[in-house]
């Protein structure tokens, strides 16, 4: 049984690109949270995204946007790339049954902006 | 605001011996997560706690909650080297109970067993 996947494994762009980020649920899962980790400090949650539409938000700006596919995997988009969007970026997957939000994370992806 | 607050944020210790760390969260929330994440590695989930006094066991390690206190403890017995990990704990903020939501995070504590 597959696990959470996500591509690429590391990422290298300039100030002022953009970005995309990619994520395969967990088998069976139909939910998918991103999560961004700095150096040193806990994930922080950016959205999530159910049924294919933005169910929840975090406290980002909206350069970062994502979606979900039909399959249930998803993508995030980053515009206009700064140097404070250098980090560990988590994907994380759940299946929507109450009261269980076990979420599962993938590798993560690690994004440098030079 | 949810805030998720850990202490200690570091810890060194030594085999063999038994300690505990603390989660403290600002919500109502009843629901607490433990994972475990190792350098430069993605977060291993360890412990899902879901109501009041919820105690879980898995070898060394032992979660417990207290949503009155606002409050779970994640307990290390007689420690080994292979534990050596960050630990976060993490909330959810459904209070709706209707169905998943985002994590927050506390800041993760950095523990060290020195065999």
């Known amino acids: 049984d597959a696990g959470v996947t996500q591509s690429p494994t590391h990422l290298i762009k300039t100030r002022g690109q953009q970005v995309t980020l990619r994520c395969s649920p967990k088998?069976?899962?139909?939910?998918v949270s991103w999560y961004q980790q700095a150096l040193g400090q806990g994930p922080q949650f950016i959205f999530q995204y159910y049924e294919e539409e933005e169910r929840q938000r975090g406290n980002f700006p909206d350069r970062f946007s994502g979606h979900q596919f039909p399959n249930y995997s998803s993508e995030l988009n980053v515009n206009a790339l700064l140097l404070g969007d250098s980090a560990l970026y988590l994907c994380a997957s759940s299946l929507q049954v109450f009261p269980y939000n076990e979420q599962f994370f993938g590798p993560g992806t690690r994004l440098t902006v030079l | 605001e949810l805030k998720v607050e850990q202490n200690p944020l570091f810890l060194s210790m030594q085999e063999g011996k038994n300690y505990t760390i603390y989660c403290n969260y600002s919500?109502?929330?009843?629901?607490l997560y433990w994972y475990r994440q190792d350098p430069g590695k993605s977060l291993e989930s360890l412990f899902v706690l879901l109501s009041n006094g919820a105690v879980k066991q898995e070898g060394r390690l032992m979660a417990s909650l207290d949503t009155k206190a606002r409050l779970s403890t994640l307990h290390i017995t007689a420690a080994v080297h292979d534990l050596s990990a960050t630990y976060f704990c993490?909330?959810?903020?459904?209070?709706?109970?209707?169905?998943?939501?985002?994590?927050?995070f506390g800041k993760g504590t950095h523990l060290i067993i020195q065999p």
């Open positions: 919500t109502t929330s009843d629901r």
């Open positions: 088998s069976g899962h139909d939910t």
């Open positions: 993490a909330v959810d903020g459904d209070l709706s109970g209707g169905g998943a939501d985002g994590l927050t």
